[in-house]
């Protein structure tokens, strides 16, 4: 998580101090958050993904995405998503490029 923290703080390009401020949060905690000391409580963790809009399993290092995956509409979109997740990372590509392939078919 620590280092989640760091790249997203500098890419706000906020410091620490800022941070503390706007959440509320004291300086030397995110400090401890950021080199890995400390972990932050549940209710910290929310905060700071929705301070930098991301989802608590993006800082947490679980997912690489951002923001959080919409929800399924339909049992067929939900059995695809978790087919597509169980996929290796490389056949996750081929399968994008697949599907945008037939999307620019649809168009023409």
Do not use: W
Not at 38 to 54: C, D, H, Q, R, W
Not at 55 to 73: G, I, M, Q, W
């Amino acid at each position: 998580m620590q280092k989640r923290l760091y790249e997203l703080r500098k890419a706000k390009n906020v410091t620490q101090q800022r941070m503390s401020i706007d959440l509320g949060i004291d300086q030397t905690s995110i400090s401890s958050y950021e080199c890995g000391k400390y972990f932050p409580t549940v209710e910290v963790l929310i905060k700071l993904a929705e301070y930098f809009g991301v989802s608590t399993d993006y800082l947490l290092e679980l997912f690489d995405v951002k923001t959080p995956l919409k929800t399924a509409s339909n049992d067929q979109t939900a059995y695809l998503l978790s087919l597509f997740e169980s996929l290796p990372r490389n056949h996750k590509e081929r399968v994008i490029g697949y599907v945008e392939a037939l999307r620019g078919q649809q168009i023409e």
